[in-house]
Every structure is written in structure tokens, then in C-alpha cells.
């Protein structure tokens, strides 16, 4: 496998199940990104992981829960879902995100993303 | 902070015509600017950045953008389309915040190209 994997590709969930978004690089990258992409939204920046700590939580509610066990993998938790989170989930990596690290170009790298939906 | 806005949220041209999507930026600082494409069902890949070295930067798929201080903008252009070249295309600016970056992505513009 190269580059960004995501599993699974699809997932139809009811509000009261409990289910996993898998996020795989192998790209020897150390920051990693979680997006929402829903219909006629702009992509939504979710959670950043730099050297598996969070540095980014950007506003997403407790029914999101991360995990980055290390640096080639992250985890998206998902519980009690509602209707309106059935979107596009993508998963990111990129060389640092600290701030201007010498040598870094930036720019992420995507998985193909899940596409989940809540039923 | 750094944003962009992509004027059109939908192109669609002929085969074999000039592709252009726009794209303005907003930044105090010397912007890092990005266009992605997205086909369906597919993540974003990238086609190209703009890192302050030349203004005219190529991508892949004989797209190239060119960066303009002056009008802050970066829009994306193909001589000639194909209509593989059908998907979402979109603008993205790194933000600078907290001590990381971030890419800030616009709204997307989806361009269809018809035989």
C-alpha cells in the first residue's frame, strides 16, 4: 500500500451504533487530519495530530472522538450519530504541521475517504 | 487570517477549450497556495502549489496557475480540455495559526466538459 488509506469506503450506521473510521499513511509523515465534506459545504477542518498529539479541535462535538495510537495511523470514533453527520469523512497527512518547519512544502496528502451515512 | 474565495461554483466548457478557474486569496503574509482535484468518489489530489519561488507554477495534467500579487489571485488554466478532466476543483491557502498550519479550502468550483 502507498500513500493515504482510509477503511472502510463505506459505512451506513444507525444513531445508536458505535463504529470506527480507519486512517492509514505511509508516507513517514508526522502531522495527520481529519475533514467533513458534506454536500454544498466547503470542507471542514476537523482535528490535526502533530507527532500524535492533538493540536486541533476545531469545535467538532464529543461524538467525535479521535485517536492516534502513532504516527502512521489515526482513528476517528464515532458514537451516537445524528442525520446530518452522514457526509464524506476524509483523512490527511502532511510532512510537520508545527509552524514553518524548515525544508516543508505544506501540502497534504488525502485517503479516498468514507463515505458514511446515518440513518 | 488567510482565506480564499473561488468565483463560479460550477464552469463547464467544450472539449478541447480553454479551462480557467479562478481563485483570490487573502493573506498579510506571503501566501502558500494550493489547488486540488477531487474526482468522484475519490479523496483530493493535488495538481499544484505555489511556495513563493516562480509565479508560474505547472502541475500535472498540463494544468498550470499562475500567482498574481497584484490582483491576489491564483487561478488555475488548461489549454485544452479533456473530458477527463471533469471533477471538483479546489483552492486552498495554508493559515497560519497557534503555532501550526492549516489549509483553508474554498468552496470548490465543479467543472463538467461536454463533447
Known amino acids: 500500500e502507498t500513500g493515504v488509506t482510509q477503511t472502510p469506503r463505506h459505512l451506513v450506521m444507525g444513531m445508536t451504533n458505535k463504529k470506527s473510521l480507519k486512517c492509514e499513511q505511509h508516507?513517514?509523515?508526522?502531522?495527520m487530519y481529519w475533514y467533513k465534506q458534506s454536500a454544498k459545504k466547503p470542507l471542514e477542518l476537523m482535528f490535526v495530530y502533530s507527532l500524535e498529539e492533538r493540536v486541533e479541535n476545531n469545535s467538532v462535538p464529543s461524538r467525535f472522538s479521535p485517536e492516534c495510537p502513532n504516527s502512521s495511523h489515526l482513528f476517528l470514533h464515532l458514537h451516537t450519530l445524528q442525520p446530518e453527520d452522514s457526509a464524506l469523512y476524509l483523512c490527511a497527512s502532511s510532512q510537520d504541521a508545527a509552524l514553518a518547519t524548515l525544508g516543508s512544502s505544506y501540502e497534504q496528502y488525502f485517503g479516498p475517504g468514507t463515505r458514511l451515512t446515518v440513518t | 487570517a488567510q482565506s480564499v474565495t473561488q468565483l463560479g461554483s460550477h464552469v463547464s466548457v467544450s472539449e478541447g477549450a480553454l479551462v480557467l478557474l479562478r481563485c483570490n486569496y487573502s493573506s498579510s503574509v506571503p501566501p502558500y497556495l494550493f489547488w486540488y482535484v477531487q474526482y468522484p468518489n475519490q479523496g483530493l489530489q493535488l495538481l499544484l502549489k505555489y511556495t513563493s519561488a516562480a509565479t508560474l507554477v505547472k502541475g500535472i495534467n498540463d494544468f498550470e496557475a499562475e500567482f498574481k500579487k497584484s490582483e491576489t489571485s491564483f487561478h488555475l488554466t488548461k489549454p485544452s480540455a479533456h473530458m477527463s478532466d471533469a471533477a471538483e476543483y479546489f483552492c486552498?491557502?495554508?493559515?497560519?495559526?497557534?503555532?501550526?498550519?492549516?489549509?483553508?479550502f474554498g468552496a470548490g468550483t465543479r467543472l463538467a466538459v461536454h463533447p
Open positions: 508516507l513517514g509523515h508526522n502531522a
Open positions: 486552498a491557502v495554508i493559515r497560519f495559526s497557534g503555532g501550526y498550519n492549516k489549509l483553508i
